[in-house]
């Protein structure tokens, strides 16, 4: 199964796609946690974007498309979370696949307003140490404030903070929902409400891709 997720910040994209990945034993593909990755290790790339993340704007596409060739050539199934994220990134997708014999089967968008991003997120926290995100409110660790997985202390990232939201909501509409709309174009898109809870996300998503018959 050959997936891409996408939503806006905040939207639970990468709650779900952990989810899916698991339940159906699908390698997790997130730009997001691979450059956080990078910046944690202060690898070549990590020191170029550590600002540009921080600011909560894209990184170059040269630099994304780099990145993921280098993945997907190596994997069968695979679900792409936080890219293709502008019109050259899904046109470079495109001609990768293409050139691999490869297709995306469906693309899901998890769906949220602006306003509820902004009231959801500042609830959100995340595992310096394993990226596992929680939220306060909504997804709450066993102990306050502690990771489940390892027991590190949570942290909020600095992109999580409001100002930056809004930002990156911006970001999102003018850049990512032309690439919602082609792939749309090629009835490739399953859309959720993802301003329901957590759970029923997640039970809609595994019902839907469950039927697929991948
Ligand atoms: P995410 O965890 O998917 O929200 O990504 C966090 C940040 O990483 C974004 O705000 C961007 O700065 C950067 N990023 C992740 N994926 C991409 C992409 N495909 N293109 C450009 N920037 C990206």
Redesign the pocket.
């Known amino acids: 199964m050959k997936l891409l997720f996408f939503g806006p ?1 905040g939207a639970g994209k ?1 709650t779900q796609a952990k989810m899916v990945a698991e339940k159906f034993n699908i390698p997790h593909i ?4 691979m ?2 990755n990078s910046v944690k290790n202060k690898t070549e790339i990590g020191l170029k ?1 550590a600002e ?2 921080e600011r ?4 170059s ?1 040269d630099i ?1 498309n780099a990145l993921v060739k280098e993945t997907l050539a190596e994997l069968d199934s695979f679900i792409l ?6 019109l050259p ?1 899904a046109e470079f997708l495109e001609e990768a696949l293409k050139s691999m014999n490869k297709n995306i089967d469906k693309a899901v968008l998890i769906d949220v307003s602006e306003e509820e991003v902004v009231k959801r997120i500042s609830s959100r926290r995340v595992c310096p140490e394993c990226g596992k995100v929680y939220n306060i409110i909504s997804l709450k660790p066993i102990k306050d404030n502690i990771c489940d997985v390892d027991g590190h202390e949570l942290v909020q990232r600095t ?1 999580d903070k409001e100002e930056v939201v809004r930002d ?1 909501y911006q970001v999102y509409l003018k850049n990512t929902e032309p690439v919602i709309e082609f792939y749309k174009k090629n009835n490739k898109v399953v859309t959720i409400d993802g301003a329901m809870d957590v759970p029923d996300v997640t039970k809609e998503l595994f019902n839907i891709l469950g039927n697929l018959s991948l």
Do not use: E
């Not at 997130?30 to 946690?33: F, L, N, V, Y």
């Not at 909560?56 to 990184?59: E, F, H, K, P, Q």
């Not at 979370?81 to 502008?86: A, V």
């Open positions: 910040p990468g997130s730009t997001g946690d450059l956080r974007v540009i993340l909560g704007d894209l990184v596409d994304m979370d936080g890219y293709p994220r502008t990134q992109d990156r």
